[in-house]
Every structure is written in structure tokens, then in C-alpha cells.
T-cell receptor, first 118, second 109 residues
Framework: GAVVSQHPSWVICKSGTSVKIECRSL??????MFWYRQFPKQSLMLMAT?????????EQGVEKDKFLINHASLTLSTLTVTSAHPEDSSFYIC??????????????FGPGTRLTVL | GIQVEQSPPDLILQEGANSTLRCNFS?????LQWFHQNPWGQLINLFY???GTKQNGRLSATTVATERYSLLYISSSQTTDSGVYFC???????????FGTGTKLQVIP
């Protein structure tokens, strides 16, 4: 159990276009999902925390209007990179946490999406 | 915010050797996890260990929350153990997740 999927696994797009990445918990309900960004040879940086049915909480320095997060159901969260530019190229990873918001439960990670903006 | 440092940053082992990876954190935490990131980027859960000791096959982990560190032991290492190992902590009333700096492990035959 505790499988998280991400789609697409990789995407190449032109500068100025928008890209949507989906994160799904396949066999459990996730009240809380997280979005991370990872640059080559670096650690993961938390971008935002999303709770089902409410607005996402963004980390300092992350542009809310550029990285739109929607957590419309207990099994799906989406990240939309709007008007993408080459500097947005990165590895984006989502995770989902079982249990109620406020509980300190284990996170399970998706396989990641590699975004390349030309 | 909380600082999470891992050591060593890089480690090369001969197959069959044992190793200890360390994760230090600067403040109290609500939980701690260890992950292995494989060459394709997938993060694999190893341990959920806010305190105490757990073992799973050749791997074991110990967290001493009062002294703000956790250790990951790898015994009889195999080439498939290669990759980057991260610890991640959940801290504060806001429950922010912070990843450590990572340890890149290479196991050579």
C-alpha cells in the first residue's frame, strides 16, 4: 500500500506555456500533499503544502501566481507551472501523507516529473 | 528555521562493508524519516522513526530526539545500495517538512 503516482514523468515545453503536473495517491486518502523542487545534485526544497479543500500554503520565496496548486479531492493534487521559463526547469516531486491534517504521519513520494523549458 | 545537516556528504564503500550515516537537526522535531533516492529520482521510504531504533534487513536506524540526531546503519553493503540518502524532519506547529543535505553513497564491487 501507500503508492503515489505522478503524471507526466517528464515534459518538455516552450517558454511561455503552462504545464500541469498531477499527483495521485492510489490506495489511500491524503488530506495533505506536498510539492517539492529538486535541482541537480541538491536536496529537496519544499514549495508548498496543500490540504484537501483549502488553499495551499506556500513557502517563502515561492510565487503563488506562478505555481498554482489545487487539491480538489482526497486523492489528487495538481501543480500548474504558469508561463514557464527556462529557469523553471527542474525535477518536481510530490508526496502524500495519510491520516488527518495535523497528524505526524509518514509521507510517501511520487516518482517525480522532470520539466525542461526551452 | 530548522537546520538539517547530514554527514558525510559523500561516501564510497567496497561491497560488503558497513557504514553509518548521520543526520543532525537543530531543533525538536515531531517526526523523522529516512529515504533512499535511486538514480531515477524516486524516493523510497526506509524508516519512519521519530525516536528509538528500528531494523529492516540489512538496514537499521536510531533516532535520539533529545540529542537531536538520527543514524542510519547499512551493513554488508551492496551495489544496489548506491544512491543518495536523505533524512527529513517535520517540525514546529506549522509542521514544516525540511530535508537534510543528503549523503551520496557509491558502493563499488
Amino acid at each position: 500500500g501507500a503508492v503515489v503516482s505522478q503524471h507526466p514523468s517528464w515534459v518538455i515545453c516552450k517558454s511561455g506555456t503552462s504545464v500541469k503536473i498531477e499527483c495521485r495517491s492510489l490506495d489511500f486518502q491524503a488530506t495533505t500533499m506536498f510539492w517539492y523542487r529538486q535541482f541537480p545534485k541538491q536536496s529537496l526544497m519544499l514549495m508548498a503544502t496543500s490540504n484537501e479543500g483549502s488553499k495551499a500554503t506556500y513557502e517563502q520565496g515561492v510565487e503563488k501566481d506562478k505555481f498554482l496548486i489545487n487539491h480538489a479531492s482526497l486523492t489528487l493534487s495538481t501543480l500548474t507551472v504558469t508561463s514557464a521559463h527556462p529557469e523553471d526547469s527542474s525535477f518536481y516531486i510530490c508526496s502524500a501523507r495519510r491520516g488527518l491534517a495535523g497528524e505526524y504521519n509518514e509521507q510517501f513520494f511520487g516518482p517525480g516529473t522532470r520539466l525542461t523549458v526551452l | 528555521g530548522i537546520q538539517v545537516e547530514q554527514s558525510p556528504p559523500d561516501l564510497i564503500l567496497q561491497e560488503g562493508a558497513n557504514s553509518t550515516l548521520r543526520c543532525n537537526f537543530s531543533d525538536s522535531v515531531n517526526n523523522l524519516q529516512w529515504f533512499h533516492q535511486n538514480p531515477w529520482g524516486q524516493l523510497i521510504n526506509l524508516f519512519y522513526i521519530p525516536s528509538g531504533t528500528k531494523q529492516n534487513g540489512r538496514l537499521s536506524a536510531t533516532t535520539v530526539a533529545t540529542e537531536r540526531y538520527s543514524l542510519l546503519y547499512i551493513s554488508s553493503s551492496q551495489t544496489t545500495d548506491s544512491g543518495v540518502y536523505f533524512c527529513a524532519v517535520l517540525s514546529g506547529g506549522y509542521q514544516k517538512v525540511t530535508f537534510g543535505t543528503g549523503t551520496k553513497l557509491q558502493v563499488i564491487p
